[in-house]
């Protein structure tokens, strides 16, 4: 690299779910002062990520449902199989990779659970970060139930078969946990710039998340919402307009946000990403995890930490909703002790990492 030349770094971000490209968003902007970037991501993160920067679009292995819409072991393996088959014999789709990492030429590759850029990384001998949010249950010690964690090496196994044993890992959390290794980095939870930017008001409208709106907006939700005596801001089903006490918002950052740090609390799937802003905005949660171990985890915590209640994965009872609303001057002040922004850690733990990976003195 000659003199003045700033060290590339190429981004990858799985596409499923809008988490990975929210905390890309936040560490992008801090990375590009110093760095050459070049991010490769599919599905839901291009789509997010490609009005701020060069997107280039890869494959993407995603969940899928049976025929009430819930989460389905078998038809996910039969649709991502190709995709596995592509990466174990570095088919079509980790050539095309290969290919943008000869042209592009990083230092090191960063990716948020992406399988491609970590396997055609390893395949080319380039040094390789692994920066997530599940990454704290594989490379963490979390407290966890005996059970939970036979079911965390069940489903840790495909996180490990894409992560292919990374030089660095740096996980982020909105709970603690301890590095089991000296390469582990733990940080806090990573807030997008623009959530940094909005001062937090307390409305009189409830926001309503369901990633995966198909399995987790029921019709027994649906009534329990209707049901809540006030306003509902409800994204994820595939509505818009107002009915009734229910307004049905399409998704988009801003106004998402602005929704969230108005409100009066949260009733949502317990995806990482969404708490940590709640958080940081100090709204209670009702959460209502998918079938997925991180998603149990985060709603178990938040119960814990007494910032709001848990409900089981597709029910939200009229009861337990009645309840958590009418307890939710005590959990907003249980909140304020709870909130951190991991944003520093984590741009520091990368410039770290990419300093040692590449041999440069970090920026």
Known sequence: MSAGEKTRILYGV?????????????????LAEHYE????????????????????????????????GRRSAL?????????????????PG??????????FRPAVVISDSEGWCHRAAR????????????????????????????VLWGESLLYRFLTCRPDRVIAAAFFPAEARRDNVRIVGPILRAEARRIEPTVG????????????????????????????????GPAREGRDGNLEFRPIANEPFLADLASSRAVVATAGN?????????????????????????????????????????????????????????????????????????AVAAIRQAVGELSGQSPP
């Open 273 to 345: 990403q969404l708490i940590s802003e709640a958080i940081h905005f100090g709204k209670p949660v009702l959460a209502m995890p998918e079938d997925a171990l991180e998603q149990r985890l985060n709603a178990r915590t938040v119960a814990r930490w007494r910032i709001g209640m848990e409900s089981r994965p597709h029910r939200l009872p009229e009861g337990l909703l009645r309840e958590f609303l009418s307890r939710r001057d005590e959990f907003a002040a249980n909140i304020a002790a709870r909130r951190r922004d991991g944003l520093a850690e």
């Open 14 to 30: 799985h596409g499923y779910g809008r988490g990975h490209a929210a905390r890309a968003q936040a560490v992008l902007g801090e």
């Open 204 to 235: 009189k409208h409830v926001l309503a998340y369901f990633s995966n709106a198909r399995a987790n907006f029921t019709p027994e939700t649906e009534r329990s919402l209707r049901s809540a005596g006030c306003p509902v801001k409800v994204y």
């Open 123 to 150: 395949r080319l001998g380039i040094p390789r970060i692994s920066f997530d949010h599940y990454g704290v249950l594989v490379h963490g010690r979390v407290d966890m139930p005996a059970f939970h964690r036979l």
């Open 75 to 91: 038809r996910t393996i039969q649709h991502n199989l190709p995709g596995l088959i592509d990466l174990k014999l570095a088919g």
């Open 37 to 68: 970037l070049l991010v490769l991501a599919g599905d839901d993160a291009f789509d997010q990520l490609r009005g701020d920067w060069p997107v280039v679009r890869i494959p993407t292995l995603r969940y899928y449902a049976d025929r009430r």
């Open 94 to 103: 980790l050539q095309m990779v290969a290919g943008e990492m000869r042209r």
